[in-house]
């Protein structure tokens, strides 16, 4: 057995629990977006399920990447996912200033998670 190679999947594995905390995350936003537009009640209860389930991935997340660099990617992989889809789903209109700032925190968030490995 090669230990090595053990040990990358221990490594990979919260950064695997934290992408799927972002995509349920998103999908639990994006249904309380669409719910709260046409007032359909399932909405509400996909939301309420998937952003539970998002939390639930963050804390196995925590178990491998610090919490400073876990919430800075959830947040900000997040924002940016939401982002893509209320200007491409959702219809809404964005600015160069958004646009901007999402840069801004996409580098901000590079620049935290090039860091983590500091710590160890």
Known sequence: MDISRDHTHVRLLPWLFLAM????????T???????RNGEFYGYIVMGGAIAL?????AQALNG???GV???VWEGLG????TLIAVFILGEV????KILGLTLSVAGIVCVTMGEGDQQ
């Open 65 to 67: 990447i610090s919490i």
């Open 54 to 58: 998002s939390y639930y991935l963050m």
């Open 79 to 82: 924002v940016g996912l939401l």
């Open 70 to 72: 876990a919430y800075a």
């Open 94 to 97: 964005i600015s160069l200033q």
């Open 21 to 28: 905390a972002v995509v349920t995350e998103v999908i639990g």
């Open 30 to 36: 994006s249904f309380m977006a669409m719910a709260s």
